[in-house]
């Protein structure tokens, strides 16, 4: 039996942060102990300030960004965070309990839930370009908002399945997980 959503939530969001830029505010999660994962559409310049859930403000830099997949790495000296236990996306099912946190309209570390509609890209009638109908998403019933970006997307085990990305037609998406690994292995390469 999983532990309550309160539990799991408590020791993820010890792994999300804050991403602020100027006025504008999204989130983000430790990949590692000095890197943070985001949204690119909520980083638009090379520095940003990252605040932890204990307050802290660190400065983090852009190491690797995607436009086209809306991710974006950054390296936080001295963030110090545990990483977030991931899932790959592709194993899970239509019906599965899924929770978001981030800082959507300034309420910090906010818990949404709901449950995965599927995985993959979104059917013919979206209201989205051609380009981003085709990719593939983690596609939820819960509610986002702007803040969540870029924060971490759940299963009902605390493991990290998706970067919010945005809502359309009330559908939550996310960026699968999978999607980092292969940025950071580009970076590598």
């Known amino acids: 039996m999983s532990p309550p ?15 602020r ?11 590692d102990r000095d890197m943070v994962v985001t949204n ?15 307050g802290q403000v660190l400065a983090g830099k852009v190491v690797v960004a995607d436009p086209a997949r809306d991710l974006t790495v950054l390296e936080v000296p001295g963030l110090g965070l545990p990483p977030v236990e991931r899932r790959d996306a592709g194993t899970m099912r239509p019906g599965e ?10 309420v910090r570390h906010a818990l949404s839930s709901g449950v995965l509609h599927a995985v993959g890209p979104l059917p013919e009638g979206y209201p989205v370009p051609p380009a981003l109908r085709r990719r593939v998403w983690v596609q939820a019933d819960l509610r986002l908002a702007p803040g969540n970006s870029g924060g971490p997307l759940a299963d009902s085990e605390g493991r990290v399945v998706g970067i919010n990305t945005m809502i359309v037609a009330g559908l939550a998406l996310a960026v699968p997980i999978a999607q980092v690994d292969v940025l950071l292995r580009r970076r590598a390469a």
């Open 97 to 106: 309990t899924l929770f978001a946190i981030g800082h959507p309209l300034g």
């Open 21 to 31: 830029l100027g006025g504008a505010a999204g989130s983000g999660f430790a990949w």
């Open 40 to 54: 690119a559409h909520v980083v638009r310049a090379g520095r940003v300030e990252v605040r932890r859930a204990d």
């Open 5 to 19: 959503f309160h539990t799991l939530a408590a020791g993820l969001k010890q792994c999300v942060v804050e991403i």
